[in-house]
């Protein structure tokens, strides 16, 4: 585990709200100089606390207005079906998130599509076509309650 002082964390909550603030904006809300930021900043990158910078894409804007969480059950539980289970679904245009999960299901998917009829193609023609799926649950979106993925043990570090 990396050690990540306050100021570390101050780093990290201003780079998750706004990943294009400059090291000298930083260094000027912490009372610093930008060097030291930085070099904080390569740090944590090297260590692997930051792993990459990405822009928040909004799928209604283009055209992805619906959204599926599906529930996937393997019928073989073997390494080697677990891991061309990942494999295949990853390969899929439509699934956004993919986790391994416990309890009543294996697999739990984020899909990202069109409408119903969308849904449907990809059920029928790409999902149905992965080996080895004993069942398959889906839940529908109705409203999208939070989708901030601002990590509030993070955030709070810019108010302490």
């Not at 400059?22 to 070099?39: V, Y």
């Not at 679904?89 to 309890?103: I, K, P, R, T, W």
């Amino acid at each position: 585990m990396a050690k990540i002082d306050d100021i570390d964390k101050k780093i990290l909550a201003f780079l998750h709200e706004d990943a294009f603030l400059s090291n000298k904006e930083m260094a000027q809300r912490l009372g610093m100089s930008a060097t030291p930021i930085h070099e904080r900043i390569k740090r944590m990158e090297k260590e692997g606390v930051i792993t990459g910078y990405r822009a928040m894409i909004n799928p209604a804007k283009l055209g992805k207005t619906l959204t599926v969480f599906c529930d996937i059950s393997l019928k073989e539980h073997a390494a080697e079906y677990l891991n061309q289970f990942e494999k295949d679904v990853m390969n899929l245009a439509e699934v956004a998130e993919c986790y391994c999960v416990s309890g009543h299901s294996d697999f739990l998917l984020k899909i990202v599509v069109a409408d119903m009829d969308e849904y449907r193609e990809f059920i029928l023609h790409k999902l149905a076509s992965i080996k080895n799926i004993g069942n398959a649950q889906s839940h529908f979106v109705m409203n999208e309650v939070e989708n901030e993925h601002f990590m509030p043990w993070i955030s709070n570090s810019l108010t302490n």
